[in-house]
């Protein structure tokens, strides 16, 4: 069965799963289109991912997948989170603002509990796909049981090999071209293979169908990729631009008038990329410390974000985008796939 029946869609083009950006109506507009929309559920509570699952069931009949964050959950470091604090405490004096005194787990794994898993099982959305790693053996099984499709991203060929004995459905080939989050399960051992490469070694040691993701802005990209061997395609930066998609003003401005990305760990606590500023330029020193754990380093950030916004500081804030973002488009999304499709014909 070809990727394109297994998830009953028209066109082999997925909408990156982008947490915090990502919306029911994006997810829609892009399945609606025959594309496989989707959901980034990494950062939401319960009560919110359940909320953006049945608003997007109400907006389409058709696919999409919810996406979840895998990281192993680890208890904060006391001695690097208080050396963090101290390090980034002159930028919230900068801003009038005091520095909290102690960090907050702000986003839970799936691996945790079986809340998030119970929740998908109950709103039964097509697929469903995991960032920084594998869920546990039981809670595959119960996918599998419901016939919900299983997506895992994979950085290099011991990540993809591992999820493919896992028993997942699809491998996700991330290179280091991809905006937002390293999928890497090891945050302290990142390849850096590029998505090109990444397709050619999954597909010579790997039997599952992969999914290219990873600096894929046009046609002509996602069809070189398809003819290394993805069955297709994952874009997100070019879709950050929709009116339909939950970046803010200064987020979408940035991508059209600041198009130059840096990967950095400082904002969350794991490595990601985005377009360069404060972080890239101010924090990410030589003498940097050693960040706080993920995702409490995020707590931090999101909160010298906050004191910056409210003295008119957009510098702060993460934007997400891939290392290609210069070729972005001023598209929304129905026709962004409708010219992917065109381009991907194009000979």
Wanted: net charge negative.
């Amino acid at each position: 069965m070809t990727l394109l029946k297994q998830f009953q869609i028209k066109h082999p083009i997925f909408l990156a799963p982008m947490a915090g950006v990502s919306t029911p109506a994006l997810a829609a507009e892009v399945s609606n289109q025959g594309g496989l929309g989707s959901l980034g559920l990494g950062s939401s509570t319960l009560q919110d991912a359940r909320q953006q699952i049945l608003q997007t069931q109400a907006l389409t009949q058709q696919p999409f997948q919810v996406n979840f964050f895998c990281h192993q959950s680890a208890a904060l470091d006391q001695d690097s989170a208080k050396q963090w604090i101290e390090y980034l405490t002159p930028q919230f004096e900068k801003y009038h603002a005091t520095a909290p005194s102690e960090l907050k787990c702000i986003y839970h794994s799936f691996l945790d509990n079986d809340d998030y898993l119970n929740l998908v099982l109950e709103t039964r959305p097509k697929a469903v796909s995991f960032h920084f790693g594998i869920p546990h053996a039981h809670q595959i099984q119960a996918l599998k049981d419901a016939g919900i499709l299983i997506m895992v991203s994979a950085t290099n060929l011991t990540e993809a090999q591992a999820i493919e004995a896992a028993g997942i459905d699809v491998i996700i080939a991330q290179g280091i071209e991809a905006g937002g989050h390293r999928g890497i399960f090891n945050a302290s051992l990142d390849s850096a293979l590029m998505t090109a490469d990444l397709v050619q070694l999954f597909t010579q040691h790997c039997n599952l169908p992969i999914v290219a993701a990873g600096g894929i802005m046009d046609g002509q990209q996602a069809q070189r990729l398809i003819k290394l061997g993805a069955a297709a395609v994952q874009l997100g930066t070019a879709f950050v631009q929709c009116k339909s998609s939950n970046a803010n003003a200064a987020y979408r401005k940035a991508l059209f008038n600041n198009p130059i990305t840096q990967i950095s760990s400082s904002i969350s606590g794991r490595a990601a990329r985005g377009l360069i500023n404060h972080w890239h330029l101010q924090i990410d020193q030589p003498d940097r410390p050693t960040v706080a754990t993920y995702p409490y380093c995020y707590d931090l950030g999101k909160q010298l974000n906050a004191a910056a916004l409210a003295q008119g500081d957009e510098g702060f804030g993460a934007f997400w985008a891939g290392s290609n973002v210069v070729q972005i488009r001023d598209l929304e999304a129905a026709d962004l796939i409708n010219q992917l499709v065109l381009e991907m014909t194009q000979h």
